[in-house]
């Protein structure tokens, strides 16, 4: 193996082929170029998954219990439960339907969720994502908090006007909703006033047509999730406010979990349904979403591919110097097998050759990917908010994912040269010197 080794060096920087040496260095180049782009991009759409995954599971939950019925009695039984089950975090009822909303300039579909105060800031990031109450802009843990708990009966110093003295139940909606709802003056402000309507609570009028049943509400607060569907379309009331706009009693729609380890929802769905009767059955976060990651696993893994073609064109290069380098040092390889050297001596040297030229590359694309991957990282470069859900890009190094990228790397090279060796391999000490 030494031997090969010394051969194949003396080939890569031997004056005599400046034309090899040249190639040699655009190889090099190639392959540094293909692994560069390959771990910036892998890494970048690693972020994007990874940041639209915890806003996801940021507005629901890891775990969610359901029963055959669509609202059902005795949840806070079954909440303790679920509750005292190994891995599981924190447990919470809730309640919901989907509704129309309206203000004063508008109207919109959405879905209205009925929480349980105390403890739904356990279970997601509600608490988290607000950002306007009674007293304006949310600073601090504190004042979110107090948001939530006050849901039920918002304070008085949210009125727009002295006049406007009505108590009424709180609700809080995204950003988006709140400037949709609004009107040529601004968006939704906390304490306005909005109507939900359900259109078939009211029960059947004179003609037999169902009666819609409205309940007004007020603002009590704003949240700002980042993803456009939420912020859009989710509302949240008190759980007892929600039980008495649906009049379904004292009935959930189901139970939010959060687990300990969020990889670990598969077999503690199994756990948690063998704690319930049979009656309940449970959805993890990866089903509810399944189509989405799937089509971003989909989506890194052909873009690695096509990416991976940059190294593919580097390979080439690397079976035209390997050929070049057969051709040119044919007088050579035949003494070499004249003094003894085996066919297996001679195919060694030529994938060493391509080998170090795989090695150089991966690893000096490896370190330009990393600092890329760093700089992108430490000065985050903008993105547009109107087009994307984030200010800036996202990025996540996967060291596994780096050693994937730089065994592939590798493994194309190395693959390059077995043609070139197995030629070289061929040649008989009479072939290149039977001129001579």
Not at 54 to 65: M, P, T, W
Not at 121 to 130: P, Q, R
Not at 330 to 338: F, Q
Request: glycine share 10%; aromatic share 6%.
């Amino acid at each position: 193996m030494r031997f090969a080794l010394m051969v194949a060096m003396s080939h890569l920087r031997g004056r005599r082929t400046a034309g090899v040496s040249a190639i040699s260095l655009v190889s090099v180049v190639g392959v540094t170029v293909g692994v560069t782009a390959l771990i910036m991009v892998l890494a970048v759409m690693e972020g994007f998954e990874i940041d639209l995954r915890n806003k996801i599971l940021g507005s629901n939950a890891h775990l969610v219990i359901r029963h055959v019925d669509h609202n059902f009695a005795g949840y806070e039984s079954a909440r303790d439960t679920v509750a005292g089950v190994p891995g599981v975090a924190a447990a919470a009822p809730f309640l919901y339907t989907e509704a129309m909303i309206q203000s004063s300039k508008a109207a919109s579909g959405v879905l209205v969720k009925g929480i349980d105060l105390e403890r739904t800031s356990e279970v997601t990031n509600l608490v988290d994502n607000m950002t306007q109450g009674a007293m304006g802009e949310l600073s601090s843990v504190e004042e979110r908090q107090a948001v939530i708990a006050q849901l039920r009966e918002p304070p008085r110093s949210i009125f727009q006007q002295e006049s406007d003295t009505v108590e009424l139940p709180g609700l809080i909606m995204g950003e988006q909703l709140a400037k949709y709802l609004g009107d040529h003056t601004g968006p939704l402000k906390v304490g306005d006033k909005v109507h939900v309507i359900n259109p078939v609570g009211g029960g059947t009028g004179p003609m037999g047509a169902p009666v819609p049943h409205v309940r007004p509400f007020r603002v009590a607060g704003i949240f700002h999730s980042g993803m456009y569907e939420y912020d859009t379309k989710w509302t949240y009331v008190a759980m007892s406010d929600l039980q008495k706009f649906l009049k379904v009693g004292d009935k959930a729609t189901g139970i939010e979990v959060r687990v300990d380890d969020i990889d670990s929802v598969g077999w503690l769905k199994g756990l948690v349904e063998g704690e319930l009767e049979p009656l309940f059955y449970a959805v993890h976060w990866k089903e509810l979403n399944k189509s989405l990651f799937e089509a971003l696993a989909l989506e890194k893994v052909v873009m690695g591919l096509i990416l991976s073609l940059i190294v593919m064109v580097a390979s080439l290069n690397i079976v035209g110097m390997l050929i070049l380098v057969v051709v040119t040092r044919s007088r050579e390889i035949s003494i070499l097998r004249a003094m003894g050297a085996s066919g297996g001596k001679i195919r060694a040297v030529f994938m060493l050759e391509g080998l170090l030229i795989g090695v150089v590359g991966t690893i000096v694309g490896t370190g330009l990917g990393l600092l890329g991957c760093t700089a992108l990282e430490r000065y985050k470069f903008p993105l547009d908010t109107d087009v994307y859900y984030l200010d800036a890009l996202p990025v996540v190094v996967q060291y596994d994912t780096v050693g994937l990228v730089g065994l592939a790397a590798v493994g194309i090279c190395f693959a390059a040269t077995l043609y070139p060796a197995t030629i070289a391999a061929g040649i008989r000490p009479v072939d290149g010197l039977r001129y001579e």
